[in-house]
């Protein structure tokens, strides 16, 4: 069945649909990784967008079973991509990507030309887009919107650690759209996790639970819409309890400590963002997938990471206390592994004067 | 680290099999990288046809050996800083470590720049290397180290059988194989030790994927992947043997990250500075406890690992458009990754890793069928010659293209006439891999026969053969009438590429009526650009490709300031580098006439192909097709074939029905020198000389014809893949016996026989004319007698044994036949001279093989000159003077790569590559460049074996002179008696059959003979298959063999007369200053 993708400033492009036939709206971006698509898009950080992958072959290697994604289940609205396989060859695979999709009711769309749709996206900036079947539907923006409540855990749920050299120390993640890796990351450092809802505040809960430093998750949209969260954070700095920001997180922080947020014309979406470690000589490959940035450092605090590329902020680090956050992913998933240290880093400072 | 101001680089010297062109791409790279930062450039390569060897890139350039005799003598002269071992191959790698072994390197104080020296030492030694990877808990395959067949057999019994034998600082995996039991075992490691004194036995990890990632670091420990690629073939196949696509298709995120992360920490662990390629073997099945699978199961080795810049470093950099030798030369010099610019895109920066929007899968081109007698098996060791790249948006695509980029004349994946005579069935061709096999796997999906069934006997991954199977289902579905085929239909067979011709074929019409149809429904291709960050950026990258999976271009026409210069194609036997520095070189004239150069080729080791060579690049087919799709989008001034070899020649006559503009000589004159039934008419009008000829459909014919004009006689059937197949026969018997085998003849398919002229002179005349009139010219000789292909002679400048008139007379001939076909441009002739006729065998309206040599030898660019001509700019007659020196080109051959073949020198091409060295005298450039191809002096005994009463009567006053030498001469029985009765003693030794002691095999295998000559009788006799075994033996021995009497009768005499000692050490630009 043929589907069209059609954009706010009115281009329309047809492709066929290898995913479920549904009409569905959001904001079109693109990513630039080559591979790791059941990953990037059980990303909760993807919801509300219309993901467009740049690789032009897509679906390969099948989908392996639900605990190899980043979160329970397809989180972007829709996906297109140039060339989708059908044959997919993996020793894990159980469902090819079309039968995935179809399963959780996201539209795939073929449309061939990706470079175009990219080069577009990357000039003219993200645009809303939506994908029409047979039913006509309105735009929806979904940066207008708390995407951070829809993805965040319900519940308050308790990760015991494995062994490792962290095993007697508990971190509270407040969850805005966790992915597991970051879970599984920390886990395996022994570390044990709660894991609380965005909105979650520990300082006013009759039953306060007991954590020796916070998380602050990867998750979707303005950071401005989880004021909830940015209230937590404020408390917690002024406790000086040691924190690490992951991506949203890290856009959190900024926000709370007194520092601005801004839209990037188009994001940083893919697995090749060179990140330099400021006042170093070391430069890091690192996964990235946001489309907010930190464009005002808050005081106190000094960039630890530059984007090589644009020279945006990739990540703070507070002069005097454990407060550090990144704009990339340590946690990888997909994408290159190269700064999973940052956790060992943060573990070191957060628990060892 | 000390400041630099003179670096000494190593070349790779000649082509060879498993060390090919690309070396000249990374060594170019280098050579500029270095410039940029104001440090003076030595570089050593005996390659004449490279482009490194230019004046435009290094200051200054040695002509000689890559070896430590060699090196040390200009390392003492030159006294550089620094020294550059990773970019010119094993070859570089290799003296390098004996350079410091020696202590030279310490004894000049010459720092090795990048990667340390104890670090290629660690990788280059299996066992220390295995420890090593045990020591930082990264896996390697069961394996023990064995230096004695005895033990690589226990050694096996021990690990189980199948095993892999590999041979340590080998080529291309040179002595390598796969042993299912003991007596194969026996076989590959007495041929392994022949070269190498240690082998690794290893258990064979069957049907593993073979996944190669190209890493690169810097001084301060950054480090980052380049490229990560994928065998098409399951490991067991060489890297260089396997088809290969980048990015792999097969891996999942987890193992992708995995196995970079492994590649990394080896690199790191290592102290690689620069580049370095790591090679895993990945079990596509690991065994998983339950289930329900996670991430946590992988089952990996490292089964290789260069720490330098290799092939597929070259084709990495060409896939993603990374340039990776640059950035490796910078880092050498101790540069840190994120402060070098990143030239390709001008926007983003070094340290960070391509994202590409397009797949590319690379095919090697094999050449096998030209070596009599060779193995056409593919295995761990390389025997391809060359390779292309195909880049498309879809395997289908890309995998279709690089296959019609092979120029054999296949139009695609479902072509079938690589399998025309073969009597194997599908099943055999699959389980057996040769160049066949691909072919093999379409025809067996047409067949039928199951993803799995073909999986099991290939190891091929579903993945590819599911994409094969696409092609041939949909070309299956084609309408087979074209007026049924719709806009839809011819879009998808384009998107998946098809060629017009392909296309055509299937519903029996022609290519160009396909693409009229197309014309019709507005199909076109798009242009991509190559930008390594997938549009993330917009950039202004030249580096460009075609493809039908697109909507849009990325970049405008050139149009009127644009010339098209069609480039070589891939790599192969009679067309190689020496291509690749005439197009290189046209593309720099072409600046000089203010025009914007517009590159087609699709070979990844060339320098042509480099991103910062010419305005545009399209990494495209050289078919008609894609070369008149380019012209229509770039509608440029022009386009020239005249320099890229055979390949673009051949395509003057399409593109010319096109309505291209081609510069330089017009189609319809080419096609008059290409067309021998023209050309021979002009000739006979010009009064010209030519050895009788004619053309038969019928073997009666050709025997009456045979009879008239005299045996010998050459044989050139017209159709044949991938070669000319020409034979002599020097009676009826042999006539009849060559035709009724090759089933050669028929009316479809007619003969060529020409009279065979013996004993005779050939010579080469290359030149360039303007609008008929000759401006420049060299006539240069052959040192062997006609009867060997001239890609396979010894070339010597100035000519040694012309008289002035008989030159004069060759001059005179040469200026009528430009005349008559009003060449303009460059064009080279070959002549024979007999008892002083001269006859014309063969013009070529187009630069030939010798073009480099004789440009650079004489200091005149010819190419330059040629341009001119392209632009229809009148120049001045040059009149080279004759200089005091004696330049000799050297051809190198690969015989002991290509299990089986004859080594014999014959009128079917067989070498891969060739050097050039001067001197001063002719002695002293041969025995130079003979050293350069791997010669060498002989030190403990020579062997003798000369065929008939002919050769040895011939031969006795070199036989005398070799005595000279005070060397134990051994000989078979008849030459022994030979030699005797003339006074010389030679041991007698008994032939390979006779099993008998003392023995020849026995001799060779002792180490015992580092020399041997073996000349063999002009006709088919009993005893060539004796002949055949000593040939081969001494290849198989990794003995210096001569073939041929007038290379051996010089060699000897160059040894005897001028010894190392007196050979001089003086630079090009030395030499070109050099008065008697």
């Known amino acids: 069945m043929k589907g069209n993708l059609i954009l706010e400033d009115g281009t329309i492009f047809q492709g066929e649909s290898f995913g479920a036939e549904k009409s569905i709206t959001g904001e079109t971006v693109f990513s630039t990784g080559m591979l790791g698509y059941p990953e990037a898009i059980t990303d909760p950080s993807y919801i509300g967008q219309i993901l467009i992958a740049t690789y032009p072959i897509m679906g390969s290697y099948g989908v392996a079973n639900s605990k190899n994604w980043e979160s329970d289940g397809i989180k972007i609205s829709a996906l297109i991509v140039s060339q989708y396989i059908d044959t997919p060859s993996h020793f894990q695979s159980e469902m090819s990507l079309g039968e995935w999709l179809k399963k959780e009711g996201v539209p795939g769309l073929i449309i061939t030309d990706t470079r175009l749709l990219a080069q577009k996206l990357r000039d003219k900036g993200t645009l809303l887009g939506k994908i029409e079947f047979t039913k006509k539907i309105d735009f929806y923006n979904p940066d207008s919107d708390n995407l951070v409540a829809q993805v965040s855990t319900k519940k308050i749920v308790e990760i015991a650690g494995k062994d490792g050299k962290w095993k007697n120390k508990t971190i509270m993640m407040i969850d805005c759209g966790a992915k597991r890796n970051i879970i599984k990351c920390l886990n395996k450092r022994g570390v044990k996790l709660i894991i609380v809802p965005w909105n979650y505040n520990p300082f006013t809960e009759k039953t306060p639970i007991n954590f020796d430093a916070i998380l602050i998750s990867n998750g979707p949209g303005n950071p401005k819409m989880a004021d909830k969260t940015i209230i937590t954070i404020k408390e917690i700095l002024k406790r000086k309890i040691p924190i690490l920001g992951i991506c949203l997180g890290n856009q959190l922080l900024a926000l709370a400590a007194g520092g601005e947020t801004k839209k990037l014309k188009f994001g940083h979406r893919s697995q090749n963002q060179p990140c330099i470690l400021v006042g170093g000589k070391r430069c890091y490959i690192t996964t990235q997938n946001h489309g907010f940035y930190v464009s005002k450092i808050p005081d106190g605090f000094k960039n630890w990471f530059i984007n090589a590329n644009d020279g945006t902020s990739e990540g703070l680090m507070h002069k005097k206390y454990p407060f550090m956050s990144v704009q990339f992913h340590p946690e990888a998933m997909p994408g290159p592994e190269d700064t999973e240290w940052i956790f060992d880093f943060f573990l070191e400072r957060a628990f060892i004067n | ?1076």
């Open chain 2, 1 to 1076: 680290m000390k400041k630099l101001k003179k670096i000494i680089i190593l070349g790779s010297g000649a082509l060879k099999i498993g060390e090919a062109g690309e070396f000249d791409y990374s060594g170019s790279q280098t050579i500029k990288a270095i410039k940029e930062d104001g440090i003076k450039t030595i570089l050593v390569n005996p390659n004449i046809a490279t482009i490194q060897t230019s004046k435009f890139l290094a200051d200054i350039v040695y002509f000689l050996p890559i070896t430590d005799y060699f090196v040390e003598k200009i390392i003492a002269k030159e006294k550089p800083d620094g020294i550059l071992l990773s970019f010119g191959g094993q070859t570089a790698l290799n003296c390098g470590l004996s350079l410091n072994k020696k202590g030279v390197l310490k004894k000049y104080n010459v720092e090795v720049l990048g990667t340390p020296i104890s670090a290629i030492q660690l990788s280059e030694d299996r066992k220390e290397f295995a420890k090593h990877l045990k020591s930082i808990n990264i896996p390697t395959p069961r394996s023990l180290i064995a230096t004695t067949t005895t033990t690589a057999v226990s050694i096996a019994q021990k690990i189980g059988y199948p095993v892999m034998i590999r041979a340590g600082f080998a080529l291309g995996g040179q002595g390598s194989g796969i042993a299912k039991n003991e007596e194969e075992l026996k076989k590959i490691t007495i041929n392994a030790f022949a070269f190498v004194r240690q082998i690794l036995v290893e258990k064979y990890l069957h049907h593993y994927k073979e996944i190669e990632y190209e890493v690169v670091r810097d001084i301060d420990d950054n480090c980052i992947t380049v490229c990560n690629m994928e065998n098409f073939d399951p490991l067991g196949i060489h890297t260089g043997e396997s088809i290969v696509v980048a990015p792999s298709q097969t891996l999942n995120n987890f193992e992708f990250q995995h196995l970079r992360s492994a590649a990394i920490k080896i690199v790191r662990s290592l102290g690689i500075v620069g580049e370095c390629n790591v090679q895993f073997a990945l079990n596509p099945n690991p065994k998983t406890k339950n289930k329900k699978s996670t991430n946590a199961d992988i089952e990996y080795y490292v089964i290789e690992l260069n720490a330098r810049l290799s092939r597929s470093s070259a084709l990495a950099s060409k896939a993603t458009g990374y340039p990776l030798a640059y950035i490796a030369a910078k880092l050498a010099l101790g540069k840190n990754l994120t402060t070098i610019k990143n030239n390709v895109t001008n926007v983003t920066q070094s340290c960070f890793e391509p994202a590409l929007d397009y797949i590319v899968v690379k095919i090697p081109r094999w050449d096998i069928e030209k070596f009599k007698g060779a193995d056409e098996k593919i295995g761990t060791s390389m025997k391809s010659v060359g390779e292309v790249m195909g880049i498309g948006r879809t395997f289908e695509e890309a995998y279709q293209k690089a296959i019609r980029m092979l120029d054999l004349d296949f139009e695609g994946a479902t072509s079938q006439s690589m399998l025309w005579n073969s009597t194997k069935t599908t099943k055999q061709l699959l389980e057996i891999a040769t160049p066949k096999r691909i072919f093999a796997v379409a025809r067996a999906l047409k067949e039928e026969m199951s993803i799995e069934q073909i999986y099991n006997l290939t190891g091929i991954d579903p993945w590819f053969l599911s994409r094969i199977k696409k092609i041939v289902e949909t070309e299956k579905n084609l309408p087979k009438n074209i007026k049924k085929i719709s806009k839809e239909q011819l879009l998808e067979m384009k998107k998946m590429g098809f060629s017009d011709r392909r296309i055509g074929y299937v519903c029996n019409v022609n290519g160009l009526e396909i693409r009229n149809l197309r014309k019709k429904y507005d199909i076109k291709p798009s242009i991509f650009q190559i930008d390594t960050l997938a549009g993330e950026f917009p950039t202004k990258t030249n580096y460009l490709y075609v493809t039908y999976n697109g909507e849009h271009n990325d970049v405008e026409p050139t149009g009127g300031d644009g010339v098209i210069v069609l480039g070589s194609g891939p790599y192969r036997i009679g067309s190689s580098v020496e291509f690749d520095w005439t197009s290189v070189s046209t593309v720099m004239s072409l600046k000089k006439h203010k025009k914007k150069s517009i590159i087609i080729n699709c070979n990844p080791e060339t320098v042509s192909t480099d991103y910062d060579v010419s305005d545009r690049l399209y990494f495209e087919e050289l078919t008609f097709e894609r070369i008149a799709d380019i012209y229509d989008f770039e509608n440029p001034y022009g386009i020239i074939v005249s320099v890229g070899g055979q390949t673009p020649n051949n395509r003057a006559k399409s593109l010319n029905a096109h309505g291209c503009n081609i510069l330089g000589t017009k189609s319809d004159d080419i096609d008059r020198a290409e067309d021998r039934t023209k050309f021979s008419k002009l000739l006979d009008e010009l009064n010209i000389s030519q050895p009788a000829w004619d053309k038969f459909s019928h073997i009666k014919e050709a025997i009456s014809f045979s009879k008239n004009v005299g045996y010998p006689v050459l044989i050139r059937p017209s159709f044949v893949l991938s070669g000319t197949l020409m034979r002599i026969c020097h009676n009826k018997e042999e006539l009849i016996h060559f035709l009724k085998d090759a089933t050669l003849i028929s009316s479809e398919y007619p003969i060529i026989i020409s009279k065979f002229i013996e004993e005779a002179k050939e010579i080469e005349f290359d030149a360039v004319a303007f609008k008929g009139i000759i401006k420049a010219f060299i006539i240069s000789e052959h040192i062997e007698n006609a009867g060997v292909h001239s890609g396979d002679a010894t070339i010597a400048f100035p000519p040694q044994t012309l008289s002035e008139s008989i030159q004069v007379e060759i001059e005179t001939i040469g200026r009528k036949i430009a005349k008559a076909l009003s060449i303009s441009g460059p064009c080279n002739m070959q002549f024979l001279i007999k008892n002083d006729v001269i006859q014309v065998i063969e013009v070529n309206i187009r630069s030939s093989r010798t073009f480099p040599f004789i440009s650079k030898v004489t200091g005149v660019n010819f190419i330059d000159l040629a341009t001119n001509a392209f632009f229809d700019i009148d120049f001045p007659e040059i009149n080279i003077p004759k200089p005091k020196f004696v330049a000799v080109k050297v051809p190198q051959f690969s015989f002991a790569r290509l299990t089986g073949a004859d080594p014999i020198l014959h009128v079917e091409m067989a070498s891969t590559g060739e050097v050039a060295c001067f001197g001063e005298n002719i002695e002293e450039a041969f025995l130079k460049g003979e050293l350069a191809v791997g010669g060498k002096i002989p030190q403990k005994g020579i062997f003798i074996s000369l065929g008939g009463e002919e050769n040895k009567e011939k031969f006795l006053k070199t036989a005398k002179k070799i005595v000279e030498l005070n060397l134990p001469l051994y000989a078979t029985e008849k030459t022994t008696l030979f030699l005797k009765k003339n006074g010389i003693y030679a041991n007698k030794l008994n032939k390979l059959h006779e099993k008998a002691s003392p023995n020849i095999l026995e001799y060779f295998q002792n180490g015992k003979i580092d020399l041997a000559i073996n000349l063999v009788e002009k006709h088919l006799t009993k005893d060539e298959t004796d002949q055949y075994t000593i040939r081969r033996a001494a290849i198989d021995h990794n003995i210096h063999l001569f073939t041929n009497f007038q290379k051996a009768t010089l060699f000897i005499s160059a040894i005897t007369s001028n010894y190392l000692k007196e050979m001089h050490i003086r630079s090009w630009k030395e030499w070109e200053n050099y008065k008697k």
